[in-house]
């Protein structure tokens, strides 16, 4: 072993080691609560994270090639949360530690791994070259993906249909929260809906699931776009931009 490779292999453990325990809180988060279809990677992940390390440890080359492909699927489970904190919850310190962190460890882990594992091939420093283009693409993509992006979420809609066939929407996160903002139309199909799928009570119609698409660049609202009431799908969709809406829109802004 070359000393170059005596001290890549140094540096390597100790990312590992300390990736190992700032996985920890995610990971037990993950097994609390879950987060959907991927909680299975994550808890079968943080394992064999520790088993790579002790490979690695004790001089084995698995445990180098298993820590570069558990960096590489960090990396993409975490590039969302890493885009949404950097717009929406920068402010948020705690989550860097827990999320960020974590993040550029597994991206630096990448081309340090990829140097040792290539030390002998006579390609190593163009395989090194490409693996270090792939980690730039890494840490600019989070952001880059956040400049123009969709986002779905379900609200409780107080509609009220005038006399004059006008249609007032007061939205609101849930039933008895105090934060709305107020969206108008005359659109026929519209009032159908909300008539058809819609509870009366008083006077206006309760849309208790209403699925909305909202449009951002990076954290500015852009538009609300109504997609569906109560699952059923509003056609044509009907969508307004900031300056139509009025009243507070903090609310939406998404969670992930």
């Known amino acids: 072993m070359t000393k170059i490779q005596k001290q890549l ?3 390597i ?3 590992n080691i300390i990736l190992f325990l700032n996985l920890f809180s995610i990971t037990i988060t993950t097994f609390a609560y879950g987060i959907g279809k991927m909680t299975y990677l994550y808890l079968a992940l943080y394992p064999l994270l520790g088993i790579a390390t002790i490979l690695a440890i004790v001089k084995l080359r698995l445990g180098f090639v298993f820590t570069l492909f558990i960096s590489l699927i ?3 489970l975490l590039t969302n949360n890493v885009g949404h904190y950097f717009v929406f919850n920068s402010s948020n310190y705690v989550l860097f530690w ?3 962190l974590p993040y550029f460890l597994s991206i630096s882990i990448i081309p340090l791994t990829i140097a040792y594992l290539s030390n002998k091939l006579k390609s190593k420093n163009l395989i090194i070259i490409v693996s270090l283009i792939i980690c730039f693409s890494f840490i600019i993509y989070p952001i880059i993906d956040r ?3 969709e986002y779905t979420d379900t609200i409780f809609i107080d509609a009220e249909i005038n006399k004059s066939g006008f249609t007032i929407l007061n939205c609101k996160p849930g039933f008895a929260d105090s934060r709305n903002f107020v969206l108008t139309n005359n659109s026929n199909e519209l009032q159908k809906q909300i008539k058809k ?3 009366y009570y008083q006077g206006s119609y309760f ?5 909305i698409r909202t449009h951002y660049k990076f954290d500015k609202l852009i538009s609300v776009t109504i997609v569906e ?3 059923n799908k509003l056609n044509p969709e009907l969508t307004w931009r900031t300056n139509k809406i009025k009243g507070e829109t903090d609310f939406l802004t998404p969670h992930n």
Not at 207 to 211: E, F, H, M, W, Y
């Open 9 to 11: 292999r140094l540096i």
């Open 13 to 15: 453990i100790t990312a």
């Open 74 to 76: 960090y990396c993409f």
């Open 98 to 100: 827990i999320i960020v």
């Open 147 to 149: 400049y123009n992006k």
């Open 197 to 199: 799928y819609g509870e």
């Open 207 to 211: 849309l208790s699931n209403t699925t």
């Open 229 to 231: 009431i109560n699952n």
